[in-house]
């Protein structure tokens, strides 16, 4: 296939940052006096952060879930200013070759879009993505395949000329959906033989990894 553009999930795709979400959710609960262990996020990392909550927290009313969302954030976004947000290894060599090859470049992810852009811009890389579907802009959050679709227009490349790269198996099931070729990351919660299962053509260990399969031409 002619590969138009690369769409990105964020959290643990472009940084590290799954366990500064964990420890975020965990003390927004203790906040609330209610408990979540970290098997419970992890499990469900790629969701939105209000699914994660309406399903580990079921009899937590929806409004209450709202302010533990806000409070989560709130604790996420102190805890990665006083920090280094470090960038999944390869992904400044991988983004080079996308924008020598004029290949565009998005972002699908559940996360906010505030959380994403002051991971972006504290890592320079900002200046690379033309597209970030994101918390704020979808209505309904991976596994659904809407902010997959809502990245693919904003890029205006058809889904059948994109790939997408992610660590959960929602961004698997999210790009089959979207009739989105998928590839796997093996820097989050999932193995790569859970992601091949969800549809994964193939999962890398990080993006040098990628970029080598991309030079190949083997997609």
Not at 46 to 72: H, Q, T, Y
Not at 98 to 109: A, D, P, Q
Not at 191 to 218: I, N
Request: glycine share 6%; with cysteine.
């Amino acid at each position: 296939m002619k590969v138009k553009a690369v769409l990105f999930d964020y959290d643990e795709t472009i940084v590290y940052s799954n366990m500064d979400h964990v420890m975020s959710f965990i003390r927004a609960g203790k906040k609330f006096g209610v408990k979540i262990n970290k098997k419970q996020v992890l499990e469900r990392f790629g969701k939105s952060a209000i699914n994660i909550l309406s399903e580990i927290l079921p009899e937590v009313r929806d409004e209450d879930i709202i302010r533990l969302r806000d409070e989560k954030e709130k604790i996420y976004r102190e805890m990665i200013s006083r920090k280094d947000v470090r960038t999944v290894a390869g992904l400044r060599e991988l983004l080079e070759f996308l924008r020598e090859n004029k290949i565009k470049c998005g972002i699908v992810s559940s996360a906010s879009i505030r959380n994403i852009r002051i991971g972006l811009k504290e890592n320079k890389v900002g200046r690379y993505f033309k597209a970030i579907a994101a918390a704020e802009n979808v209505k309904r959050h991976k596994p659904n395949p809407d902010p997959v679709l809502k990245a693919a227009r904003m890029l205006r490349v058809q889904p059948k000329d994109c790939v997408l790269i992610g660590d959960s198996i929602y961004d698997i099931i999210a790009a089959r959906r979207a009739h989105v070729t998928a590839f796997g990351l093996t820097t989050g919660y999932y193995s790569a033989l859970q992601l091949k299962w969800k549809g994964a053509k193939a999962s890398f260990k990080d993006h040098r990894e990628f970029l080598s399969f991309l030079r190949s031409g083997r997609i």
